[in-house]
T-cell receptor, first 112, second 114 residues
């Protein structure tokens, strides 16, 4: 079964540094999402991406965050100047029209 | 904004028991998802429902659109079913201009003892 692949599985970074989380969605999917889950809390929507542009973003997704699909396959989430409260599990998901989401296995980001 | 409530928050069962996890939401939706999150954190989609009932192995999911309620049942539970089960609702791709992001419940932590 096709998978959504996320790398790295775990990243530790110093506060103030930039991180790039990478995702390879399923190739024929059209909609791509980033979600995050702070430890012990529910999963929260960050941003959705369709037709090579952001289609919706949440209040969490401020100027610190950006997404790109630089080469038509990878889908990246960049977090500039990381803060302690950015520590969370970040999930990428992709979706064809009218079907189930496929989630990546997540990147655990720890900001120290 | 849709509010998604799950009950119970925590559930401990003996192997072989029949398990029910409930989900209710406040605003009409296009689809509801049941997800399973393993201890390592990965999320797997179990079902997507827009009406009626679906069955996959020992898992059964039902939804009542009028009552805005869904249930996930596990028959003959097994320790390997231990995980967090998450209900998430989806307005659909034409829902209020949204491209269909999910709104998640807090999850139900299930522990099945041998």
């Amino acid at each position: 079964e096709p998978e959504v692949t996320q790398t790295p599985s775990h990243q530790v970074t110093q506060m103030g540094q930039e991180v790039i989380l990478r995702c390879v969605p399923i190739s024929n999917h059209l909609y791509f999402y980033w979600y995050r889950q702070i430890l012990g809390q529910k999963v929260e929507f960050l941003v959705s991406f369709y037709n090579n542009e952001i289609s919706e973003k949440s209040e969490i997704f401020d100027d610190q965050f950006s997404v790109e699909r630089p080469d038509g396959s990878n889908f990246t989430l960049k977090i500039r100047s990381t803060k302690l409260e950015d520590s969370a599990m970040y999930f990428c998901a992709s979706l064809p029209v009218g079907a189930r989401y496929t989630f990546g296995s997540g990147t655990r980001l720890t900001v120290v | 904004k849709n509010e998604v409530e799950q009950s119970p928050q925590n559930l401990t069962a003996q192997e072989g028991e029949f398990i029910t996890i409930n989900c209710s939401y406040s605003v009409g939706i296009s689809a509801l998802h049941w997800l399973q999150q393993h201890p390592g954190g990965g999320i797997v989609s179990l079902f997507m429902l827009s009406s009626g009932k679906k069955k996959h192995g020992r898992l059964i999911a039902t939804i009542n659109i009028q009552e805005k309620h869904s249930s996930l049942h596990i028959t003959a539970s097994h320790p390997r079913d231990s995980a967090v089960y998450i209900c998430a609702v989806w307005g659909g791709l034409d829902y209020g201009g949204s491209q269909g992001n999910l709104i998640f419940g807090k999850g139900t932590k299930l522990s099945v003892k041998p």
